[in-house]
């Protein structure tokens, strides 16, 4: 496993203790969800093709319900309970909704009081508008605008990883959280709470503000945060507007309870926020039999010692990430360490493995190896086909390495200035920041003196070959093969200003 320097805590219910101004309540103030009998078992998924919806629809086949998908106006209209889980840009997703007609019959359907459930960017389009996408309108149930993040506060945006929630009144939503609770944000724009949409706001989140993380009228739910990518929690909240009078429902509630009142006896007080996050990150490719394994490397040599020098084979990759998700694990990462050298969409066992992973594994999920542009059989195909393609089979994002080394290259020989053209803008302009993790393979380079190189150095913590007490890391590709004159500090800068909402530090000189 390998540690982020994100922030997140707790294995078990992603908590720590906490207090609030209202208990979750095991018998909570009931804002009901009412479906026909004949359509009890059935969803209605507003999927406009942006992102990752394969783990949303997995979340509720959990549930035991079957999918229902939108095809066209009147299947909004005719729905007994409707999910729109929203992901990417908000002007890109009003362009769809205006271009398939769904505008008026989603706006009537939410104003009908039949069971709605916004995610994320699904939350964010009921306000007036945002300030997204050079400011565009939304569908003005809500009052307000979404805007990005005040960045002056220091933080950084996206806002990514866990953290709690401040509930404002009971609901079926939200009854199964405590305040100690955390669930799974990633989002660079947020609405604020005032006074003119106060009787929607449920729930707000602290990051560096108050933010909005839930709202509820009458039917109408929505969450800024991922349920489906929450965990056990998660689902939970998933069942409380699917089925808010379940036995399952009850029981969550009244251990959420359990939680609170345990959390508020703890004598050092609640402890609320973001929090650490621990990531498994599972290094994938084919043995020598065709079947993809986790393996580890020594120095990035990944075959056994002794014998035949088979690939060191440590698990099955889907087999793996379920278990290290039930041991608590914050997010699952594959990186598909041949990934380099081979077509990416021809890479149908990986995608298979995401496709399996995500029905079991309900935290993020990232996969990387060949996140690139490619020419193959005569056709070129760009960066952002590969990426869509790993998405629909269930990854959260893409994790760049090699080519993000190249890009930054040509940014500093540019003058530091963007085109477009790189896989980092390209993702990021259609699924955001945030769909976007750059990986950085640095080993140290000695010298003598900072003077002796044009590169950020620091104390070595560990003498150079001949007694230097200063090195710089130096960024690699090809697996760790190719050093390249670029330093981890110069990459991290250039892929920022690319639009990468994630940074994954790797040191070679550790591994194995």
Not at 160 to 186: C, H, K, M
Not at 241 to 255: G, K, N, T, V
Request: glycine share 10%.
């Amino acid at each position: 496993m390998k540690l982020t320097s994100s922030q997140r805590v707790n294995r078990t219910a992603r908590s720590s203790s906490n207090s609030s101004s209202c208990l979750a309540p095991s018998q909570p103030a009931r804002q009901r969800c009412v479906a026909t009998p004949a359509a009890a078992k059935e969803v209605t998924l507003l999927d406009y093709g942006a992102g990752n919806v394969r783990s949303v629809r997995n979340a509720i086949k959990k549930l035991g319900y079957t999918i229902k998908d939108v095809s066209k106006p009147s299947d909004i209209t005719a729905a007994d309970k409707l999910i729109f889980p929203g992901v990417g840009a908000f002007g890109q997703a009003m362009d769809v909704l205006q271009q398939r007609n769904y505008v008026k019959p989603l706006v009537d359907y939410i104003q009908s009081g039949k069971p709605f459930f916004g995610i994320c960017l699904g939350l964010q389009l009921l306000f007036e508008g945002s300030t997204e996408s050079g400011g565009r309108e939304g569908l003005a149930l809500i009052p307000g605008q979404v805007s990005q993040f005040d960045t002056s506060r220091g933080l950084p945006v996206p806002h990514i990883g866990w953290n709690t929630l401040e509930q404002l009144r009971a609901s079926d939503l939200l009854a199964a959280a405590a305040p100690s609770d955390r669930v799974y944000f990633v989002h660079s724009y947020r609405a604020m709470p005032q006074e003119a949409n106060a009787d929607w706001v449920l729930s707000t989140t602290n990051y560096g503000e108050d933010f909005v993380s839930a709202v509820s009228k009458g039917a109408a739910m929505a969450t800024q945060f991922h349920p489906e990518k929450s965990g056990a929690l998660g689902l939970a909240i998933l069942r409380g507007f699917l089925e808010p009078d379940s036995a399952e429902a009850r029981a969550a509630a009244a251990a959420a309870n359990a939680r609170q009142l345990a959390g508020l006896a703890c004598p050092d007080g609640p402890e609320r926020g973001l929090a650490k996050r621990v990531i498994a990150c599972l290094d994938v490719r084919s043995n020598d039999s065709g079947d993809l394994v986790v393996t580890k490397g020594d120095q990035y040599d990944v075959r056994e010692k002794e014998g035949e020098r088979d690939v060191r084979n440590l698990g099955k990759p889907v087999e793996l990430a379920a278990r290290y998700f039930d041991e608590g694990a914050d997010e699952v990462a594959f990186l598909n360490i041949t990934g380099f050298r081979d077509c990416p969409l021809e890479d149908l066992p990986m995608l298979g493995v995401l496709q399996a992973a995500s029905e079991r594994v309900f935290v993020p999920l990232t996969v990387g190896g060949g996140i690139r542009g490619f020419s193959a059989q005569g056709r070129d195909y760009a960066a952002l086909t590969v990426a869509s393609e790993y998405f629909r089979s269930g990854a959260d994002k893409v994790s760049i390495g090699s080519d993000a080394v190249l890009a930054a290259e040509e940014y500093y020989a540019a003058g530091c200035v963007t085109n477009g053209s790189t896989a980092i803008e390209q993702i990021s302009e259609v699924y955001g920041k945030q769909a976007v993790v750059v990986s950085i393979d640095p080993r140290r380079v000695y010298v003598k003196d900072p003077s002796d190189t044009k590169h950020t150095c620091v104390k070595a913590s560990v003498p150079g070959p001949e007694g230097e007490a200063w090195c710089w890391w130096q960024c690699t590709v090809k697996g760790g093969r190719e050093g390249r004159d670029i330093d981890a500090v110069q990459l991290a800068k250039a892929v920022e200003a690319m639009g990468a909402g994630e940074i994954m530090l790797n040191c070679i000189d550790n591994d194995g």
